[in-house]
């Protein structure tokens, strides 16, 4: 059986697999050396297996690692977004194993989580009306204020084409919510803005090989 809390703390150990704030994250050679060492220690007769059984398996444990890290990131996203509910106690306390060990993670996520990554607002003179759009950590959020001024009179057939146009926005908005796989996208959206260059380009390679290795393989 593999042993996951012993794979976490071999990887803990070695920073350069998962701080991508050091300069040792960018050495490829340095990471896949690492990668190496922890196949040795987690599987036996290590030194006996060929090249391409060494990669087999050195691929096997970076997906258990993708699996792990996503799991640390889903679950503290949900502690977040629930912080609520359990002051006023609504939300029972629910397994998580293995997440106080890759509490070492929190430092990737910063000092503090940013509850919106864009606002940006648009103003119609006409009406007085204010539309913000507002994008956080998990989904996109539109949310619609109106401040009628009071010494005008408000008609609802009397829309302008940038409200119509954002209403339109509204409803495809709302539609795309719905679609569960657009969601789990949107879900590592935060994870993708924390890369640089180099990252990006590595992690949209590693995207293609898989769904290359599920559709064609």
Known sequence: MFDTEKFIKEVQSRECIWNANIDEYNDRELRRKAWEDIGSIMYE?????GENKKNHKMEELRNKWKHLRDYFVREKNKTDNLKYKVEVGEVKKRKTPFLDMLSFLEILRGTKRRTSNIQARATSPESNNSIIIEENNNYSVLNVE???NTNAKSNENDSTPFQECFLKYMNILEQNNKDPHL????SIL????????RQL???KF?????IKTINYS
């Open 201 to 203: 380009f590595e992690f």
């Open 206 to 210: 590693e995207i293609m090989k898989l």
């Open 146 to 148: 109106r401040s009628l």
């Open 190 to 197: 935060p994870e993708m803005r924390t890369m640089n260059e």
């Open 45 to 49: 007769g290590w030194e006996g297996f």
């Open 183 to 186: 969601n789990f996208l949107l």
